[in-house]
T-cell receptor, first 112, second 117 residues
C-alpha cells in the first residue's frame, strides 16, 4: 500500500483556471510534508515544507495546506510556465537518516 | 542558497564499463546526501543514503556492490555504477541536506541521464 498518494495523475487546465492538487498520506507520525516541482529532465525544485495540521504556505500563485490526512496544493490563475510535475513527499517521525517518501506526482499542463 | 550540482548531466557508456557521477553542495555543508533513480513518468526511488565519513545505507533491493557510494567530504558524494548494463539506464538524481537547510528538507541536483549501450 502506497504511503503517499497523489491525485489526479494528470491535469490539464486553461490559463487562469484555478484548481487544487491532492496529496494523501498514511504514516504513523508525520514529521514534515514537502512539495516539489519537477520540470522534464531536471531535478525536483523545493517549494514548501509543512509541519503541522492547519499550516499554510504561499509562494506566488501556489498555496499549500495541510490536514492530518492530506495536503492540497492550490494553484490560482495558473500560467503556462506553471506546467510541470508536482511531487509530494512525507517524512515520518521515525524516519531513518531523514528519509522522505515520494508520491508519484501530478503532471500539470496549463494551456495558453 | 542550498544549491546542488551534478556532473555529468548526461553520459553514454558501453555495457560492462563503470561510470562515476558526482554530486556537490555548492553553498552549504551537506551532512547527508541521498541518491535516487527515476524512470520515465515515475516518481523518485531512493537508492541509498550517505552521511559524511560513514558507509552508505542502501535501500532494499539495491545492490551495494554495483552502486558504490562515497561521501568523503561535506560537499561531495559520488555514485559509481560498476559493470553497467542496459537495464541500469535511467535518470539518477542526488539530493543533500545539512547545515543551513530546513529541518528535513532536501535540495536536489539537476540529475544525470545514464544510457548504457
Amino acid at each position: 500500500e502506497d504511503q503517499v498518494t497523489q491525485s489526479p495523475e494528470a491535469l490539464r487546465l486553461q490559463e487562469g483556471e484555478s484548481s487544487s492538487l491532492n496529496c494523501s498520506y498514511t504514516v504513523s507520525g508525520l514529521r514534515g510534508l514537502f512539495w516539489y516541482r519537477q520540470d522534464p529532465g531536471k531535478g525536483p525544485e523545493f517549494l514548501f515544507t509543512l509541519y503541522s495540521a492547519g499550516e499554510e504556505k504561499e509562494k506566488e500563485r501556489l498555496k499549500a495546506t495541510l490536514t492530518k490526512k492530506e495536503s492540497f496544493l492550490h494553484i490560482t490563475a495558473p500560467k503556462p510556465e506553471d506546467s510541470a510535475t508536482y511531487l509530494c513527499a512525507v517524512q515520518e517521525v521515525e524516519a531513518r537518516d531523514d528519509k522522505i517518501i515520494f508520491g508519484k506526482g501530478t503532471r500539470l499542463h496549463i494551456l495558453p | 542558497g542550498a544549491v546542488v550540482s551534478q556532473h555529468p548531466s548526461w553520459v553514454i557508456c558501453k555495457s560492462g564499463t563503470s561510470v562515476k557521477i558526482e554530486c556537490r553542495s555548492l553553498d552549504f555543508q551537506a551532512t547527508t546526501m541521498f541518491w535516487y533513480r527515476q524512470f520515465p513518468k515515475q516518481s523518485l526511488m531512493l537508492m541509498a543514503t550517505s552521511n559524511e565519513g560513514s558507509k552508505a545505507t542502501y535501500e532494499q533491493g539495491v545492490e551495494k556492490d554495483k552502486f558504490l557510494i562515497n561521501h568523503a567530504s561535506l560537499t561531495l558524494s559520488t555514485l559509481t555504477v560498476t559493470s553497467a548494463h542496459p537495464e541500469d539506464s535511467s535518470f539518477y538524481i542526488c539530493s543533500a541536506r545539512g547545515m543551513g537547510t530546513g529541518w528535513g528538507e532536501q535540495y536536489f541536483g539537476p540529475g544525470t541521464r545514464l544510457t548504457v549501450t
